[in-house]
């Protein structure tokens, strides 16, 4: 079961007190939600197995609102857990009982549009297709498309770091953000970056992007802007063996084509999504890629030839080209739809996100079917193909007792299958608290003291989404005492001049 | 005269950075030391080299993905990838020509290049060489091991350290392994040149560029004198200053993407075409700033929003009678002066009118022992900063004041 510090019992004998500050800096009607009724959305976020009530919720709509709500935490010693749009799928935006969940959703605005440096200036709480609704009438779009996008939050995908299912070509978050303003703990606002390329010190950007609301609270993004391919197309590609299929993923890359998109499914999850979307896949095939090819048409148009000789060599028994825009639409409305439909063939159902080295796919496919009989689950797979981003989709039904428990069980098999083999936890959800017990799997005690020692430089009193990331806090104390060692000329076996 | 520590294996590292820190003796970190004069000189007795930690770990072309030990020469490495037709993205030029003489060709080692986060043309397209650092494995300045990332593509398990150490010139930790994300070299690489003196106009032919759909992979303009230096006849022919725009991908791609930008572009002035050869040659002369090379003369980069480049360099040549040559379509500016005044005042003053800063590349080590060479970061970031360096490097021993002049209390600079 999952373990969370302790609720403080002196802030939870405060909590009229606290409520009272809050109102005060937050004057707007709804802007601070007390009542149990209203507290109940927000009692979890896109992890469902996990619920707990906040202390309150505060909705602040500007970064002077955001630097006072933080300043009282801090001197207060009260917990803080930042939340965007709530659809995060590693509970990262889990409430604390003992905690302020301060929701950026208010900061809903596109700030400016600089159209010469082709960036974008907006609020936190802008979801991500937002964005590239703000710019796409003049041609261009944000690249990174997590396939929440129509909810989930920039400043949610600046936490995570999330991907989607153009990031092999286009990059995660954290290559395609320009610039941050961020409040820290101490109320104090800091501008990070800008429009330009550099900055001046740490790379501080690349250290707040995907730190899970760790290290201070987001008031405003600078993405850089894309302008959209001329066109894009699709191959459908099926094989009659998942190591085939992985073997036309490897052949398509080594032959220097980066595809926009290059996703694989295998047979449980083809059956699902086509009886779900009637998309036109082939159901008998064990693999199906999907490859999309975006650029000036004549490139396109090369591309896709080439693809598809290589499909051809690489025992493709099955290939379709998309011949209109619809048909595109068509082939990836399976792939986007994968989740709900597992969600219409099992009560409940568990994503996975693991990232592993390309070449091992047939093998840890091989080790998850092992793992299923085990458990006794089923589980159906999508796949980043071209970047090793696994997302098993383990089914079962909470109604049963120890069903949840077991999918728990064997999620965490299938992620310490992942590390084995020379992979990650997480490729693009987060560690939140969904994964947090297992990061010992990848990481010693000493690389994640070096890790907290990088959140203690911006909230030493560890404030900001306790609980989160690492299963363990070691204390200030701990973390700042030097080791005493043997002291000696010792190291002779080394060189010296 | 100095001790240098020369550690053959990541134990010994760990030993040689333990003793240090018992002993508190400040160490000077080096790989090949090909960049030793860019940033401030360190003061410290010991130098501790990494030039003897070398050696790939493993590449696998097909997974894109390169592991070696830090010390391992750049040659050396892209020796390697030329021969599966690979390379890192981020397209770093010689850097280390920029601050001496007669530098052999890819000087350094490859820590070196992520400690100091190099980047070349292609940088507006893919990234710094922080974006293609996939995980390191390092001994921090408290004498400990520490790791991050790992050799898959895409990873948020726990903090982005790789980013941390990417540019921190090893005041952090001193970094043993290194996995990079590298990628396949395009099939084709075409430039298309555009005749234009004047750098406010080049600027806003790139723009124009750069808002096309034409997938631009690197944007430059080069003046007149400095176009002679490139020894490409094709450009000297045209005469004048050039924008230059490459395109890279599929051959029909190519050619067709050039055609189009020659006629979006075609008010700005007469165009041309670079094929392969005439193209790598140019972009590598870019990458390396080659007009600008060796060491004399000071060297400063000042960097900005692209858009403001334009003005930026205009206003950057006309105050300080320098000499000036942009890349990263106008979000980077390589100012060149031949006097003996450093002007850092003027330039950082005409950088930050435009939201830009200014990195003092080249200078006598005189002159960086009084001048700041990284821009003065913004009070509360440098509290920051401050205190992530303490609580990795308590001691103070890895690199002391290579990246600031005079720490004071407060990490005010």
Redo the contacts between chains.
């Keep these: 079961m999952l373990r969370m510090p302790e609720p403080n019992p002196n802030t939870l004998a405060r909590r009229k007190d606290i409520i009272a500050a809050m109102r005060e800096i937050v004057p707007a009607t709804g802007g601070v939600i007390v009542d149990e009724d209203q507290l109940r959305p927000y009692e979890c976020d896109g992890l469902m197995a996990y619920r707990q009530l906040p202390m309150i919720v505060v909705l602040p709509e500007n970064t002077g609102q955001v630097a006072a709500i933080l300043k009282y935490c801090h001197t207060n010693k009260i917990r803080v857990v930042p939340r965007g749009a709530g659809t995060g799928l590693s509970g990262g935006a889990l409430p604390m009982a003992d905690a302020i969940t301060i929701s950026m959703m208010k900061f809903n605005r596109v700030l400016e549009i600089?159209?010469?440096?082709?960036?974008a200036v907006v609020q936190p709480g802008v979801t991500n297709l937002g964005i590239t609704r703000a710019v796409e009438h003049k041609?261009f779009y944000y690249a990174p498309d997590p396939s929440s996008q129509i909810a989930c939050s920039i400043g949610g995908n600046i936490a995570?770091?999330s991907?989607g299912v153009h990031?092999?070509k286009y990059?995660?978050t954290?290559?395609n953000v320009l610039g941050l303003e961020m409040v820290?703990i101490e109320g104090?606002?800091?501008?990070?970056g800008?429009?330009?390329?550099?900055?001046?010190?740490?790379?501080?950007?690349?250290?707040i992007?995907?730190?899970e609301g760790?290290l201070g609270i987001v008031t405003e993004v600078t993405v850089r802007i894309l302008?959209?391919?001329?066109t894009a197309r699709a191959l459908l590609l099926g094989f009659n063996s998942s190591e085939a299929g992985g073997n036309c993923v490897?052949?398509i890359?080594?032959?220097?084509i980066?595809p926009g998109g290059l996703e694989m499914m295998d047979a449980p999850a083809i059956k699902a999504t086509e009886d779900f979307v009637h998309a036109g896949y082939p159901l008998d095939v064990e693999a199906l890629l999907l490859v999309e090819l975006d650029?000036?048409k004549?490139?396109v148009d090369?591309?896709i030839e080439?693809v598809g000789a290589i499909a051809r060599d690489c025992g493709a028994v099955y290939s379709r080209i998309s011949e209109s825009e619809e048909e595109r639409l068509l082939f990836w409305s399976g792939r986007k739809n994968a989740f709900p439909a597992i969600g219409r063939i099992s009560p409940d159902y568990m994503c996975m996100d693991g990232?592993?080295?390309?070449?091992r796919l047939a093998e840890v496919l091989t080790g998850m079917q092992v793992l299923s009989q085990r458990h006794g689950l089923r589980v159906a797979n999508v796949f980043?193909a071209?970047?090793?981003?696994l997302h098993p989709l383990i089914m079962f039904d909470a109604n049963q007792p120890g069903e949840l428990e077991r999918a728990e069980e064997f999620g965490a098999d299938i992620l310490k299958l992942c590390v084995e083999v020379?992979?990650?936890?997480?490729?693009?959800?987060?560690?939140g608290v969904e994964?947090r017990d297992l990061?010992p799997e990848?990481?010693?005690e000493?690389?994640?003291?070096?890790?907290e020692?990088?959140?203690?430089?911006?909230d030493e009193d560890e404030l900001l989404n306790p609980g989160k990331?690492f299963p363990t806090l070691h204390g200030c104390g701990e973390?700042?005492t030097?080791?005493?060692?043997?002291?000696?000329?010792?190291?002779p076996?080394?060189?010296?001049? | 005269m100095t001790e240098v520590i020369s550690p053959t294996t990541p134990e010994q590292l760990r030993d040689a950075i333990g003793w240090a820190v018992d002993a508190k003796k400040p160490l000077e970190v080096i790989g090949s030391g090909s960049k030793r004069a860019y940033g401030h000189a360190v003061a410290a007795y010991h130098v501790l080299d990494l030039s003897k930690l070398t050696g790939v770990l493993f590449y696998e072309p097909e997974e894109l993905v390169l592991s070696v030990r830090a010390g391992t020469s750049l040659a050396e490495i892209q020796a390697i990838l030329r021969e599966k037709n690979q390379q890192f993205h981020f397209e770093t030029g010689n850097f280390p020509a920029l601050l001496a003489d007669d530098v052999a060709q890819n000087a350094g080692t490859i820590g070196g290049l992520i400690a100091t986060n190099l980047s070349g043309p292609r940088r507006i397209k893919v990234g710094a060489a922080r974006d293609h650092l996939l995980g390191f494995e390092a001994v921090s300045g408290r004498g400990e091991d520490f790791k991050s990332g790992g050799r898959v593509m895409k990873n948020v398990t726990g903090f982005d350290l790789s980013k941390l150490m990417s540019g921190s010139f090893g005041t952090l930790g001193v970094m043993h392994t290194i996995t990079m994300k590298v990628m396949p070299c395009d099939e084709k690489a075409r430039t298309v040149l555009i005749a234009c003196n004047d750098p406010e106009r080049a600027g806003m032919a790139m723009n124009r560029a750069m808002g096309s759909e034409n997938e631009v992979s690197a944007a430059a303009w080069v003046a007149v004198e400095d176009v002679a230096r490139f020894g490409i006849d094709v450009a000297s022919a045209m005469g004048t200053g050039l924008v230059a725009l490459r395109v890279e991908g599929p051959a029909p791609s190519v050619a067709w993407r050039c055609e189009a930008l020659r006629k979006l572009l075609a008010e700005f002035g007469a165009s041309e075409e670079l094929h392969t050869t005439n193209s790598a040659t140019f972009w590598k002369a870019v990458a390396d700033v080659a007009p600008y090379g060796g060491s004399s003369g000071m060297l400063w980069r000042v960097s900005g929003p692209p858009a403001s480049g334009g003005v930026l360099a205009a206003k950057l040549a006309a105050r300080t009678g320098g000499k000036v040559m942009m890349d990263w379509a106008g979000a980077q500016i390589w100012l060149r002066l031949d006097g003996s005044d450093v002007m850092a005042g003027t330039v950082r003053q005409i950088a930050q009118s435009e939201s830009g800063q200014a990195v003092l590349v080249r200078a006598p080590a005189d002159l960086r022992a009084e001048v700041p060479v990284f821009h003065p970061e913004d009070p509360a970031l440098a509290r920051i900063n401050r205190k992530i360096r303490d609580n990795f490097d308590p001691v103070g021993i890895l690199n002391p004041g290579r990246m600031h002049l005079n720490i004071t209390e407060g990490g005010q600079v």
């Design positions: 600089d159209w010469d440096n082709r960036a041609g995570e770091n991907g990031s092999l990059g995660l954290t290559n820290t104090e606002i800091l501008r990070i800008g429009k330009g390329l550099d900055q001046s010190g740490y790379d501080l950007l690349g250290i992007t995907g730190s760790l302008r959209k391919p001329e490897a052949k890359i080594a032959d220097g980066i650029g000036p004549v490139e090369y591309l080439k990232t592993i080295p390309r070449a980043h071209g970047d090793g981003n020379g992979g990650v936890l997480s490729g693009e959800h987060g560690i994964k990061m990848m990481f010693t000493d690389d994640m003291k070096h890790q020692r990088l959140k203690l430089a911006f990331v973390l700042k030097l080791h005493a060692r043997e002291v000696a000329n010792k190291f076996d080394i060189p010296r001049f």
